[in-house]
T-cell receptor, first 117, second 114 residues
Framework: DSGVTQTPKHLITATGQRVTLRCSPR?????VYWYQQSLDQGLQFLIQ???????AKGNILERFSAQQFPDLHSELNLSSLELGDSALYFC????????????????FGPGTRLTVL | AQKVTQAQTEISVVEKEDVTLDCVYE???????LFWYKQPPSGELVFLIR??????QNEISGRYSWNFQKSTSSFNFTITASQVVDSAVYFC???????????FGTGTRLTIIP
């Protein structure tokens, strides 16, 4: 158990809908990362938050957004869902102490499997 | 740009055999970090090891060992006396210093045949 929790574990929805994925980082970790794992794209970085602020952005679609709350949990919002958004969405967290960019080990949650029908 | 290549898509070995998973990386930075993660059939990503670019010492942890060679930009992973529980997809990943996103390889699916 990495200490990172994600809910829900599975999500089945229809095209055009909007969903919210939730992540709680390990105790003491300030940084949260979101990754998407799909069959055609592999594991891809989406976005990172550090202590409530966006820190880095990857290949995240405009239909997707995220935020990190004062209690450090994070939510990934996916809207206008398409069939191609079906994937396993991972959240990871790391310590990242301070403003200096760091390469602390990222520990992953169990993932949320999203199926868009 | 960073890139991680895992040329072996799938490997099957009989239990108790040794197996090596290959990882080749590309980066322009002199300071970087390499990782291996395991994804068992249950789906979670489990951290196995982290290595920085200044430490080329090989590492052994039980049946697992890692061979880091900067000269060939490789970070290979060997499982000795494989067990059925080792069946999983294994990912090699890279972070450049100051760039906090992981760049993953495409993974190697390892099947241990009892």
């Amino acid at each position: 158990d990495s200490g990172v929790t994600q809910t829900p574990k599975h999500l089945i929805t229809a095209t055009g809908q909007r969903v919210t994925l939730r992540c709680s980082p390990r105790s003491g970790d300030l940084s949260v990362y979101w990754y998407q794992q799909s069959l055609d794209q592999g594991l891809q970085f989406l976005i990172q938050y550090y202590n409530g602020e966006e820190r880095a952005k990857g290949n995240i679609l405009e239909r997707f957004s995220a935020q990190q709350f004062p209690d450090l949990h994070s939510e990934l919002n996916l809207s206008s869902l398409e069939l191609g958004d079906s994937a396993l969405y991972f959240c990871a967290s790391s310590v990242v102490a301070g403003e200096i960019r760091s390469t602390d080990t990222q520990y992953f949650g169990p993932g949320t499997r999203l199926t868009v029908l | 740009a960073q890139k991680v290549t895992q040329a072996q898509t799938e490997i099957s070995v009989v239990e108790k055999e040794d197996v090596t998973l290959d990882c080749v990386y590309e980066t322009r930075d002199t300071t970087y970090y390499l990782f291996w993660y395991k994804q068992p059939p249950s789906g979670e990503l489990v951290f196995l090891i982290r290595r920085n670019s200044f430490d080329e010492q090989n590492e052994i942890s039980g049946r697992y060992s890692w061979n880091f060679q900067k000269s060939t930009s490789s970070f290979n992973f060997t499982i000795t006396a494989s067990q059925v529980v080792d069946s999983a997809v294994y990912f090699c990943a890279l972070i450049d210093f100051g760039n906090e996103k992981l760049t993953f390889g495409t993974g190697t699916r390892l099947t241990i045949i009892p």
